[in-house]
């Protein structure tokens, strides 16, 4: 059973920044695929970026690319998410998820992930 919570989400201006943070459970966090979600208002889940567990190695979703950052801290059960330039697009809830199989490669489809945890609101202003 791996549990996961995610902070730092907030309301912020146009061009801001926000860094958001999960903190997982578990014992074997370094060998977990992770990665983080969002989800607007009538629209569905959507992939943002994902790290895997072995070699960490990253994925980002286009609209992203150069604006977000994936990292994670495997002494500290951790996984961030550093977002720059920040867009009204943005506004959403932002998950975090886990897969505990043994993947070398990121994993992109929500479907790929058994936990989740349950969201931190970011909410972007003009």
């Known amino acids: 059973q791996v549990q996961l919570v995610e902070s730092g989400g907030g309301l912020v201006q146009t061009g801001d920044s926000l860094r958001l943070s999960c903190a997982a459970s578990?014992?074997?966090?370094?060998?977990?695929?992770m990665g983080w979600f969002r989800q607007a208002p009538g629209k569905a889940r959507e992939f943002v970026a994902a790290?895997?567990?072995?070699?960490?190695?990253?994925a980002y979703a286009d609209f992203v690319k150069g604006r977000f950052t994936i990292s994670r801290d495997n002494a500290k059960n951790s996984l961030y998410l550093q977002m720059n330039s920040l867009k009204p697009e943005d506004t959403a809830v932002y998950y975090c998820?886990?897969?505990?199989?043994?993947?070398?490669?990121?994993?992109?489809?929500?479907?790929?992930?058994?936990?989740w945890g349950q969201g931190t609101q970011v909410t972007v202003s003009l």
């Open positions: 790290a895997s567990g072995i070699g960490g190695t990253t």
């Open positions: 998820a886990a897969s505990t199989g043994m993947n070398v490669s990121p994993l992109v489809r929500a479907g790929d992930y058994y936990y």
């Open positions: 578990g014992r074997s966090f370094v060998t977990y695929g």
